[in-house]
């Protein structure tokens, strides 16, 4: 009997593996439009274009977090704008107006398509400098994407409250609890409510976040278990991260420790830029200093100054502070 309970176990685990995009077969070229990348494997990816109303001096490639989509950088976009400066932000896979929404999709092929994207303006627009910047989860998705031997090359990298909080920064209950989880019953999802955990300190914009369907409220278990993956892998590339790299975090942030994020920033080459915002929280470039945030970005990208004053020199980053 034991034998057989076991078996039923083991088959019931396999049954239930966690559910993953896949990708389809690569026989199409890549099309970049003003409404959406279309990916080789015929992937639709909804895109929105922030278009310099001045000469063009850069572009920003913008990866949103987890749960979001595109319409998170409308804020700064529309700042950067008016300054010379261009914003491309699209929905990843399994989020936002994309496909199979809340289904996660393999590192591999968010990687893939931020690559893609980029090669595609490069094609479009040569000569114009570009950055890529990663918000959270997105921040997680450059580290790995731009640390591939033959990711095209940038001008630099901005990584804004990375998410880097993986499998090593979570104890051995986290772990066992969230892999037994995602393999049983993946289909579960936690709402959250309750965990008096706050992205901003900016009302308004939690709850437009709230009311706007496009923006996950519930999500898959699975998804989660393939974003402590997608984190985990972040947390390891922080050596290979060559290029001009900014690092931007908030003294308040409720969503990423701090622990990881000083780990990571420890590992980064001497070069990278770090900066610390003792009123920011998650969502820095939603918050209520958020212009201060842009300001920063905008100025780095064209003579590397953080006019803000609040680079860090030295660690450890917080300080003494919790």
């Not at 990708?23 to 278009?51: F, M, Y």
Request: glycine share 8%.
């Amino acid at each position: 009997m034991r034998i057989i309970l076991s078996l039923l176990i083991l088959m019931t685990i396999i049954a239930c593996t966690p559910k993953m995009q896949a990708a389809g077969p690569e026989n199409k070229p890549a099309v970049l439009t003003n409404t959406a990348l279309h990916t080789t494997d015929g992937k639709k990816l909804p895109l929105q274009i922030w278009s310099a109303e001045e000469d063009e001096k850069a572009i920003f490639v913008a990866v949103h977090g987890f749960n979001d989509y595109r319409n998170g950088f409308s804020f700064p976009a529309s700042w950067w704008m008016q300054r010379g400066i261009s914003t491309y932000a699209y929905d990843q896979r399994g989020f936002g107006e994309t496909e199979d929404i809340g289904i996660w999709a393999p590192v591999e092929l968010l990687v893939a398509d931020l690559e893609t994207l980029v090669r595609e303006i490069k094609k479009e627009k040569p000569g114009i400098p570009i950055y890529v910047l990663g918000e959270s989860m997105g921040g997680a998705v450059v580290m790995a994407a731009v640390t591939k031997p033959d990711f095209p090359k940038v001008n630099g990298v901005i990584l804004s409250a990375p998410a880097v909080w993986g499998w090593e920064s979570l104890s051995l209950g986290y772990r066992s609890i969230l892999w037994t989880t995602a393999h049983l019953i993946p289909y579960f999802r936690p709402s959250g409510r309750g965990l008096g955990v706050q992205a901003s300190d900016n009302i308004p914009v939690l709850r437009n976040l709230s009311a706007d369907p496009l923006f996950i409220k519930n999500t898959r278990i699975d998804s989660i278990y393939g974003l402590v993956g997608l984190m985990d892998h972040a947390y390891f590339s922080a050596e290979k991260m060559t290029m001009p790299t900014l690092v931007l975090y908030g003294a308040n942030d409720q969503i990423i420790p701090k622990k990881p994020v000083e780990n990571v920033v420890s590992r980064l080459p001497d070069s990278a830029d770090v900066v610390l915002y003792n009123d920011g929280w998650h969502l820095l470039m939603r918050d209520l200093q958020a212009a201060v945030v842009w300001k920063d970005i905008l100025s780095w990208t064209q003579t590397g100054a953080i006019p803000s004053g609040n680079k860090v020199n030295t660690l450890p980053l917080f300080a003494g502070k919790p």
